[in-house]
């Protein structure tokens, strides 16, 4: 049984590869390396080079490899952005997807388990959101990753395809410390660089409607989102019955001047953040619910938000 890791290079998809290794399940990778990193990479881990728009090249993998199921991670993740690039982002998220899965439908590979969104909700209006929670994408990256979902649903009424789709909230740390959080565009990454840097890290608003006057994020450790992927892959490779989709969030939030509080702890760097306007579109609260994930791809929070920085600060260093 060999699982195929496509986005396998990256900062989350490198975690999902050694998820797999610590259970003893092999893994193929594949990447274009847009965005990834052949270092993150583990040893003995095949690496095939090239994007999911490649049919044949995707197809050949699989049949190789003897591939039984796929976790698609692969993508352009970055939401702002998407509103400058709509194009490049329904390539890559979209059409991607769809040659992944005629590839798939190739070589007979029946099971796959998608990397969704906090993105698909948009600006939710409720304290807590779960799977039921109406979905209002506001960037393309949203919609694609919200197409990515009916894509799946749709070949599967028109195929044996037995699928689930995991929608992520503010994934931060590290499982080990080689393994950093790259992004241009994430909250921890950019909190510490600008520590390691000796510039003041911001807030971007502080009248928000929240306890402290600043949003309120749902953090979940990148080690606890392998896991749950291990665990989907299992309960697919077993014939057990799965959701469409399962939320991965802790339940609890966490606001940005409280990360900020946790990053000068957990780095030894005392600062006192730069507040600057709101940014627009930003709510004031996004908080999930992991109750149907608890129950079914055994997700817990494994991680406290000290060990949450920690971990981040370590593989930034490493870095």
Known sequence: ?????????????????????????PTVVLDDLSSGHEEFVPAGVPLVRGSVLDTALVADTLRGHRVTGVVHLAG???????????????????????????????????????????????TPDVDLVTEDTPTAPESPYGE????????????????????????????????????????????FPLVLDALAEGRTPRINGDDYSTPD?????????VADLATSHVAAARALTEGRELRRVYNL?????????????????????????????????????IVASGEAAARDLDWRMRHSLTEMVSSAWQARQAR
Not at 100 to 109: F, G, N
């Open 76 to 122: 352009f993740k970055y939401a702002g952005v998407s509103v400058q690039r709509p194009l490049h982002t329904y390539e890559q998220n979209v059409t991607g997807t769809a040659h992944l899965l005629a590839a798939m439908a190739e070589a007979d590979v029946t099971r796959i388990v998608f990397s969704s969104s906090a993105a698909v909700y948009g």
């Open 1 to 25: 049984m060999t699982w195929m890791v496509t986005g396998g290079a990256g900062y989350i998809g490198s975690h999902v590869v050694r998820a797999f290794q610590e259970v003893g399940i």
């Open 213 to 221: 006057g600043t949003c309120v994020r749902d953090y979940v450790h």
């Open 144 to 187: 694609s990753k919200l197409i990515g979902e009916w894509l799946l649903r749709d070949q599967a009424a028109a195929t044996e395809l037995h699928h689930t789709s995991l929608r992520y909230f503010n994934v931060v740390g590290s499982g080990t410390p080689e393994l950093a959080d790259t992004s241009p565009h994430n909250l």
């Open 249 to 285: 969030g802790s339940g609890d939030g966490v606001s940005v001047r409280e990360i900020m509080t946790a990053m000068a702890a957990g780095t030894g760097i005392d600062f006192e953040p730069e507040v600057a306007p709101r940014r627009a579109g930003d709510p004031a609260r």
